[in-house]
């Protein structure tokens, strides 16, 4: 089980539902791929919202890679803002500003790096363990006999 797909994005408000797409359709040929489904596209959404409404000047494109096998899923979103990412400390009446906080909440790591010798701005990656089976016990349950 391995597979990837990558593509270039306009700046568009379209975006986070074109690379949902790509990820679906990636996660669809893998076997396996629908452990990684609803975590994955909800860090993918998020990492693409944020590139393409901070992180890419009029203009500029947004590219979208991803890297499956059967250990986790890598995402990686970049930009053309060097920038980094911040989490922000976000009150309840705050309409926004809880993107980076659900990336770090579903995912195993994920952080930021300058795309250096690839061009200017920077690269947002996620790496996502996926779901447990869930007809087993969920961590720190127990089954029946035990």
Do not use: Y
């Not at 995912?107 to 061009?119: K, L, M, V």
Request: aromatic share 4%; with cysteine.
């Amino acid at each position: 089980m391995a597979g990837k797909e990558e593509c270039w994005l306009p700046r568009s408000a379209r975006s986070p539902g074109v690379a949902r797409q790509l990820l679906v359709g990636l996660l669809a040929r893998v076997s396996g791929g629908e452990r990684f489904a609803t975590d994955g596209l909800t860090v993918l959404t998020e990492l693409t919202a944020n590139a393409v409404q901070h992180g890419s000047p009029r203009g500029r494109q947004v590219w979208v890679r991803l890297d499956v096998d059967a250990d986790r899923l890598l995402i990686e979103v970049h930009d053309a803002s060097g920038v980094p990412p911040e989490l922000r400390e976000v009150c309840a009446e705050d309409e926004a500003g809880r993107g980076l906080i659900l990336v770090k909440s579903l995912s195993s790591q994920w952080g930021w790096r300058p795309r250096g010798d690839q061009g200017i701005g920077k690269i947002t990656w996620a790496v996502l363990a996926p779901a447990s089976d869930a007809s087993g016990p969920r961590q720190g349950e127990r089954n029946a006999e035990g």
